[in-house]
């Protein structure tokens, strides 16, 4: 169960990203994250309330939530910067890396462990997710180090490896949930992380409901998308290894990547099928 709420949530974040390319065209990415984070926590209220409860909560809950909520929005802002300027693909493959960083972490902090053939695994996707985003295979190292030099590239790269650690303090946060409850610690975390951004919105005189008038119909659809997707991903970290789960994770780029080809005309599509076929590789190893 755990390896279809996983994927469940690297298609909705992968369908998110299309909505939200389209949007930071012409808006704001601080905006972009109030506004949709507003109508995600709507609607994951509504989620708590229908199928679970309000649960009971401790300082060790607190204490993780405001540290994860606080990296997630600094790496939500950086990503959603280097998205205005950069393909979605090649953004989304600067993620590559974060399930090797996260095992390490979670078996560090939350003595997780793994076995031969989920390391194994991890490996195919590392490796895979890199060799995706490849125009070609002829100097791949090469390649590797030109990449750094666009400033998009960068800014996800810094992005991601936050992400790569907040899973574990929002494990942590679910952990002290009783009953346990897991999309209440992504409700908690998304309303700390608003209000950051309102904090930021406010000092720099930025009017975000003047700018959504025209995408209020987008926004309303990325709000039910990151809803369902935020519970697929609490549902996941409550239930396996961090590791895995945000190795699996990573299977978004391969979304991106086709709907990079066919709604932004993103190209080179044919020269990541060794990259996809490497992924799946290792997902087959996670999950056999």
Not at 116 to 121: E, H, K, M, T, Y
Not at 176 to 197: D, Q
Request: glycine share 6%; with cysteine.
């Amino acid at each position: 169960m755990w390896f279809l709420y996983s994927i469940s949530f690297a298609l909705t974040s992968s369908v998110t990203n299309v909505f939200a390319k389209k949007i930071l065209r012409a808006t704001d990415e601080r905006v972009y994250l109030f506004v949709s984070q507003l109508l995600v926590i709507l609607f994951l209220f509504l989620i708590i309330i229908i199928k679970y409860q309000i649960p009971f909560i401790n300082h060790i809950f607190i204490v993780s939530i405001l540290i994860s909520s606080t990296l997630g929005t600094l790496a939500a802002i950086l990503v959603y910067k280097a998205l205005k300027t950069t393909d979605l693909s090649l953004v989304s493959s600067m993620s590559a890396y974060n399930p090797a960083f996260t095992a390490i972490v979670s078996y560090l902090l939350l003595k997780e462990k793994l076995g031969g053939r989920d390391i194994l695994g991890i490996i195919f996707i590392v490796v895979g997710t890199y060799l995706l985003r490849q125009k070609n295979y002829k100097n791949v190292i090469s390649s590797f180090m030109e990449t750094f030099n666009e400033k998009g590239v960068r800014l996800a790269l810094l992005a991601y490896l936050i992400w790569s650690v907040t899973p574990i303090f929002e494990k942590i946060a679910i952990q002290n949930t009783y009953p346990a409850v897991p999309p209440f610690a992504s409700f908690v975390g998304l309303i700390i992380s608003t209000l950051i951004l309102s904090l930021l919105l406010i000092k720099n005189k930025v009017r975000p409901l003047v700018s959504i008038a025209k995408d209020k119909k987008t926004y309303l659809l990325i709000g039910i998308l990151g809803a369902v997707g935020q519970t697929c991903a609490y549902l996941a970290f409550s239930m396996q290894n961090l590791g895995l789960v945000t190795a699996i994770f990573k299977l978004a780029i391969i979304f991106n990547t086709l709907f990079g080809w066919y709604f932004f005309h993103e190209t080179y599509i044919a020269n990541k099928l060794v990259g996809a076929v490497i992924m799946f590789g290792g997902v087959i190893l996670i999950i056999t």
